[in-house]
T-cell receptor, first 114, second 110 residues
């Protein structure tokens, strides 16, 4: 049972345009959500997070939106740059009943083209 | 250097062999995790540890054993490697809600 889903395995965007990566979850007990970025042959690195009490968090070119009623979050990258080409993982966690564990989605491969 | 390291970075072994993957962190974070990354599955939790001598199973623990005698080390052992355990393995430690990952170990079981 996949509690965190990223239904788009890949996304291609032109440089300078907006990239929108989507993530859906099923467990309403999740308290917080994170996005990780992963380059080949490296470990995932933290990008941005959002608490369940917020609906938006912004950090430079990266904004995460949370729609709790739809159990959906999205990551917006504006403007997209070639260096953003990577795999992006959505993750969800909660301090209630699950310890400190994170549940990850399957990832979306973003390619930013010149 | 501060951070989280994994060794070896690459390992090739044969079916039935025992393999141990090492993980070391310098932050003294309480929580540590082992994941495997496979195409189409993302990152799946194998085992985690809340502190020294406290470990628990994750989503895919079968065939793996962990120990944590010291806070900074969290080795993962494949007692009898199988081909299905060919994967990239990531270790992570956690501060508050953020997890920090090591560079990974690519394991091939022939």
């Amino acid at each position: 049972d996949q509690q965190v889903k990223q239904n788009s395995p890949s996304l291609s965007v032109q440089e300078g345009r907006i990239s929108i990566l989507n993530c859906d979850y099923t467990n309403s007990m999740f308290d917080y959500f994170l996005w990780y970025k992963k380059y080949p042959a490296e470990g995932p690195t933290f990008l941005i997070s959002i608490s369940s009490i917020k609906d938006k968090n912004e950090d430079g070119r990266f904004t995460v939106f949370l729609n709790k009623s739809a159990k959906h979050l999205s990551l917006h990258i504006v403007p997209s740059q070639p260096g953003d080409s990577a795999v992006y993982f959505c993750a969800a966690g909660g301090f209630t009943g699950g310890g400190n564990k994170l549940t990850f989605g399957t990832g979306t491969q973003l390619k930013v083209e010149l | 250097d501060a951070g989280i390291t994994q060794s070896p970075r690459y390992k090739i072994t044969e079916t039935g062999r025992q393999v141990t993957l090492m993980c070391h962190q310098t932050w003294s974070h309480s929580y540590m995790f082992w994941y495997r990354q496979d195409l189409g599955h993302g990152l799946r939790l194998i085992y985690y540890s809340a502190a020294a001598d406290i470990t628990d199973k994750g989503e895919v623990p079968d065939g793996y054993v962990v120990s944590r005698s010291k806070t900074e080390n969290f080795p993962l052992t494949l007692e009898s490697a199988t081909r299905s355990q060919t994967s990239v393995y990531f270790c992570a430690s956690q501060r508050e809600y953020e997890q920090f990952f090591g560079p990974g170990t690519r394991l091939t079981v022939l």
